[in-house]
């Protein structure tokens, strides 16, 4: 079995500021690690996963995460917020494999300050 | 348009009645997963197929759900005789089924209320 849990419900920061949301895992088999994103009344869209290798993994609009296997830990990080970087954000996990359902965390809404 | 579709994106019904959703998923994904959202929540798995058979169902999933995928192309979710603790962002993913495709796809979900 595999859970999430995500820490801040709600984070804000200052345009041009570190974004860092952060996310604990919980997984029984090797997991493959996900961070969506959701705008308001939309579907998710993926960010970066961690399936194998290289722990630091790297994802769309300047955003990456960082696999910690002795911390279970799977956070999320952006050197400079974008005010386009309001939303909502998902860790998630599943199994190693491309054949387990994902689990997701709870979110942590990002706000931008300008 | 080749992402996930999903028909229709809003639903208002009156308690009680049934509703039916669609998702087409991308072509050629033989796996198709129904997700639902509450409001402050993170999105809680209901069910997946694997081709048309429906390999595992959650809890959440009353007898008051039922879903198919009859020629493992498109699937239907329906909820007989809604409730108030329905309404909720229902979101439909696919993938391939491989260890070398791990990321699933999701549409931009149905957002259902009941009055």
């Known amino acids: 079995a595999q859970s999430v849990t995500q820490l801040g419900s709600h984070v804000s920061v200052s345009e041009g500021a570190l974004v860092l949301l952060r996310c604990n895992y919980s997984?029984?088999?090797?997991?493959?690690l996900f961070w969506y994103v959701q705008y308001p009344n939309q579907g998710l869209q993926l960010l970066l996963k961690?399936?194998?290798?290289?722990?630091l993994v790297k994802g769309i609009n300047g955003f990456e995460a960082e696999f910690k296997k002795s911390e279970t830990s799977f956070h999320l990080t952006k050197p400079s917020a974008h005010m386009s970087d309001a939303a909502e954000y998902f860790c998630?996990?599943?199994?190693?494999?491309?054949?387990?359902?994902?689990?997701f965390g709870t979110g942590t809404k990002l706000q931008v300050i300008p | 348009d080749t992402g996930v579709s999903q028909n229709p994106r809003h639903k208002i019904t009156k308690r009680g009645q049934n509703v039916t959703f669609r998702c087409d998923p991308i072509?050629?994904?033989?796996?198709l997963y129904w997700y639902r959202q509450t409001l402050g929540q993170g999105p809680e798995f209901l069910t997946y197929?694997?081709?048309?058979?429906?390999?595992?169902k959650s809890r959440l999933l009353s007898d008051r759900f039922s879903a198919e995928r009859p020629k493992g192309s498109f699937s239907t979710l329906e909820i007989q005789r809604t409730e108030q603790g329905d309404s909720a962002m229902y979101l439909c993913?696919?993938?391939?089924?491989?260890?070398?495709?791990?990321?699933?796809?999701f549409g931009q979900g149905t957002r259902l209320t009941v009055v």
């Open positions: 961690y399936t194998t290798g290289a722990t």
């Open positions: 997984s029984s088999v090797p997991p493959y």
């Open positions: 197929f694997q081709n048309e058979a429906q390999l595992e």
């Open positions: 998630a996990v599943s199994g190693a494999g491309g054949y387990q359902k994902v689990t």
């Open positions: 072509s050629e994904h033989n796996r």
């Open positions: 993913a696919s993938k391939l089924s491989s260890s070398m495709n791990t990321e699933a796809f």
